[in-house]
């Protein structure tokens, strides 16, 4: 109880933490009843008739269920609470010897006043204190627990910090919307190397996404709102939103060299014939997110942060990643005049070759 405490006082000095507070309480008022062993083996009374008369009067006694009219009914056996209110109340509770006298029950047993802990919680098989409380207004859930495990590293010897509930789930849960959003980037990745059968156009096509997470980002911070799994959510989005912007032009730009041009005059061929379906879309796409960016009621804040982060993605990747692109696709695209009229082999995946 003492370390307890201790923790919950450090939990309230924390501008991290709000509302910590334990439910574990060492002082709650309690009887001590020790059996005379001796004076019942004396008495030829079973130590066992004991235990079970006294649960039986000031307990509750489970004796058989029966069944009336359809019904199942359990019968529990307990006293009439006035006549189990204070340890006086044992001199009219008897108990049974083997030679069949009855036995005042307060002759068998020594009562005495202590306090102690009401309900004794145990977490992987040690003996535990529950604390529990949650992040102060203005600090994510990340930040509360960190301030946490920072307490926690002052524990004496012989105590440690253990995580249950949605705390536990966030600490596993940590870090996989980096490792979601790589393997989005690598399924686009390898789509796209198989789409234009080169290694280095995927490339110019994924740069585009830095710019709507730098986006995204900014529109979060902007509104003061937290990164979450939800903003993660919606950054994986923006992995295909921002691509598609850049597969229009590529792919364009793709064309266009096919038929003569230089990989300079392609890639700008292609941003002028590809912007105004760009801009419609994207337009298109971010006023159908406002909504979820302005909406109030239960779940809000969840819709908040998708929104947001849609929104200030899409916006970078619309009115800023597009005048890059192009010269993504310039630098990572050899020029047929360099090559002798084709395409370095380096920079085309193997064909497959025709039957004879």
Do not use: C
């Amino acid at each position: 109880m003492k370390v307890a405490n201790e923790v919950v006082a450090a939990a309230a000095e924390r501008p991290e933490l709000a509302g910590v507070r334990t439910t574990f309480s060492a002082n709650v008022p309690q009887y001590r009843i020790d059996v005379d062993r001796q004076k019942a083996k004396s008495l030829n009374v079973p130590i066992s008739s004991i235990f079970t008369t006294m649960q039986a009067t000031f307990g509750t006694l489970y004796v058989n269920d029966f069944t009336l009219l359809g019904r199942n009914y359990r019968v529990t056996l307990q006293s009439e609470s006035d006549f189990r209110q204070s340890p006086d109340d044992l001199r009219f509770v008897y108990v049974e010897s083997s030679t069949g006298s009855m036995i005042p029950l307060d002759t068998l047993l020594n009562v005495k006043r202590v306090v102690g802990p009401d309900l004794i919680e145990r977490f992987n098989a040690f003996t535990a204190a529950k604390v529990s409380g949650g992040p102060a207004p203005g600090y994510s859930s990340g930040q509360a627990l960190a301030a946490m495990q920072e307490i926690a590293a002052d524990l004496p010897e012989g105590y440690q910090l253990a995580w249950t509930g949605s705390a536990y789930q966030e600490i596993q849960a940590g870090g996989t919307g980096a490792t979601a959003m790589g393997f989005g980037i690598l399924m686009v990745f390898l789509i796209l190397a198989a789409l234009y059968e080169r290694w280095t156009l995927p490339i110019a096509v994924l740069l585009a996404v830095p710019f709507a997470v730098f986006g995204a980002l900014v529109a979060i911070w902007a509104r003061g709102l937290d990164n979450d799994v939800y903003f993660q959510i919606g950054l994986v989005t923006l992995i295909g939103l921002a691509a598609k912007n850049a597969i229009l032009i590529v792919e364009f730009a793709v064309l266009k060299r096919d038929e003569g041009m230089s990989a300079f005059d392609a890639a700008l061929e292609g941003a002028k014939l590809r912007f105004r379906p760009i801009v419609m879309t994207s337009l298109a796409f971010i006023l159908g997110v406002v909504p979820l960016a302005i909406s109030t009621g239960a779940g809000s804040a969840s819709r908040h942060s998708i929104g947001t982060g849609v929104i200030g993605g899409m916006l970078a990747a619309t009115f800023v990643a597009i005048f890059f692109i192009p010269l993504f696709y310039r630098l990572l695209s050899r020029d047929r005049k360099k090559t002798g009229g084709s395409e370095s082999q380096s920079d085309r995946l193997p064909a497959p070759q025709p039957a004879e």
